[in-house]
Structure formats: C-alpha cells, structure tokens
C-alpha cells in the first residue's frame, strides 16, 4: 500500500500482516510514515494504490464508521474526546455506537442503562470509576489518555489501533498506561497494532515490530531482532541501544 501527497510518498509500498491476537508496534523516526500509516488504514485517508484488508474483507474507500462496525475502533496522537460531557458520558456514546439496535426510536432508557453499565465496566478497569461523573476536559492529560482507551475498547473492537498512547504522559503516567495496557491485553483476545515513540514502551508491549523509515519497510521482526538491525540503528542514530 502506497499514500502520496503530490509528489512526497509518505508511505511507499508498506506490506504487512497482523497476525490476531498480536501486538504489533510500529516505530520509525518523525516524517516515517507511520500517523499516514494509521489514517489509510482507520478510513481517515484512501491509499493512493493498494488495498486493506481485514478479515478476508477490503477496507478500502470505506468510511470510518463503517470500519469501525467491522471491528477496528483507534486512539489519536492528539486526544479526541468530548471534553464537556462526563467521564462516563464520552464512554456510554462509544459504547452505543456498537450497541445493537441503537438507532430504535422505542427503548431508550434500556438502551442508555445497558451502555451505562458497559461504560462503567470499562472506567473500573482502566482505573477511572470514582471519575464518572467529572467532565472529560478537566481529567489531568494522563487520564485522559486513559479515557480515550476506554473508549475505544467500548466499542467492542478485534483490531485497536493506539496512536502514541504515551504522549506528553509522565514516567509515572507512562507506567501507569504500560501496566493496565499489559493487564488488558494478557488474554490475547485483541489484537493491537500500536504505533508509539517510547521505545521502552514498546519493548516491553510488542510481539513483533514493523519500522518505517522515509514511509518504507526497513525492518520487521521480533523486538530482539528489530533492535538488533543495522539499518534501524542507522535510522535511529543509535537511538535504541
């Protein structure tokens, strides 16, 4: 799969495959192609040739919403919530989103008790349940971070797209997020493709690592190996030893 800008290839012939149950990280050096990489395959863009495939069935040229009801939800580098409604409220919506029959005009409150309880179920174990009723946009930023992976595991995903669930947190923040991921996770029910700048985050999350380097595959392979590789230490300058 390719995606140019004009005459800039951001991403240039990128074939990968996600095995489920993975965790696959995604890590390259800034302009690497990998937020491109996450857009082409959420919806957010259509790839300039190429084709996404999940499940035996073609993504491409889908919407976003329409990916997200085949079983991919995301997290964004820049936090998206609703920063005026509650904790629970931002939650409740992303579970509604999958919940069936959500769009009857008749049993509303049946539907808003079973989404609330859903929420509340995932608040607890991303360790936000006495925040229920706070208003999103006043959580510190590393509760937010965490809010938004609530979210999307709200809407009941095979894939989870995490685009750099650890920006701007805290070493505290960052540890915090490593272990509850590493809790959430530990079943291998989901599959993960993570795209993240902390290399130790990474390290200790990932099964297989996917590197990208002028938007190319210049490594792919177990986090042993991929740290080893000459060219990753080149692009990286000796950055992950």
């Known amino acids: 799969m390719s995606r140019h800008f004009g005459a800039l290839a951001a991403v240039a012939d990128v074939s990968m495959t996600v095995e489920a149950g993975e965790i696959r990280a995604v890590i390259g050096p800034n302009g690497a192609g990998k937020s491109t990489l996450f857009n082409v395959i959420a919806g957010a863009l259509r790839p300039t040739?190429?084709?996404?495939?999940?499940?035996?069935?073609?993504?491409?040229?889908?919407?976003?919403?329409?990916?997200?009801?085949?079983?991919?939800?995301r997290t964004f580098q820049l936090t998206a919530l609703f920063p005026r409604l509650t904790v629970l409220e931002n939650v409740r919506l992303a579970a509604q989103a999958r919940a069936p029959g959500r769009w009857r005009f008749l049993g509303g409150r049946a539907m808003r008790a079973a989404t609330s309880r859903e929420a509340e179920r995932w608040l607890e174990r991303l360790r936000l349940g006495?925040?229920?009723?706070?208003?999103?946009?006043?959580?510190?930023?590393?509760?937010?971070?965490?809010?938004?992976?609530?979210?999307?595991?709200?809407?009941?995903?095979?894939?989870?797209?995490?685009?750099?669930?650890?920006?701007?947190?805290?070493?505290?923040?960052?540890?915090?997020?490593?272990?509850?991921?590493?809790?959430?996770?530990?079943?291998?029910?989901?599959?993960?493709?993570?795209?993240?700048?902390?290399?130790?985050?990474?390290?200790?999350?990932?099964?297989?690592?996917?590197v990208l380097h002028q938007g190319r595959v210049i490594a792919d392979g177990a986090p042993g190996e991929v740290k080893r590789d000459p060219a990753v230490q080149s692009a990286y300058l000796g950055g992950l030893e």
């Open 49 to 73: 040739t190429g084709t996404v495939i999940f499940k035996r069935e073609a993504l491409t040229g889908l919407p976003p919403h329409a990916i997200c009801a085949r079983g991919l939800s």
């Open 130 to 210: 006495d925040m229920v009723g706070a208003r999103a946009g006043l959580l510190s930023h590393g509760d937010q971070r965490l809010l938004e992976i609530a979210m999307a595991l709200a809407q009941r995903p095979e894939l989870l797209l995490l685009d750099e669930p650890t920006q701007g947190l805290s070493v505290e923040e960052t540890g915090r997020t490593v272990t509850l991921l590493r809790e959430l996770l530990s079943d291998g029910r989901l599959t993960v493709l993570l795209v993240e700048h902390d290399m130790e985050v990474v390290f200790s999350l990932a099964h297989r690592i996917t």
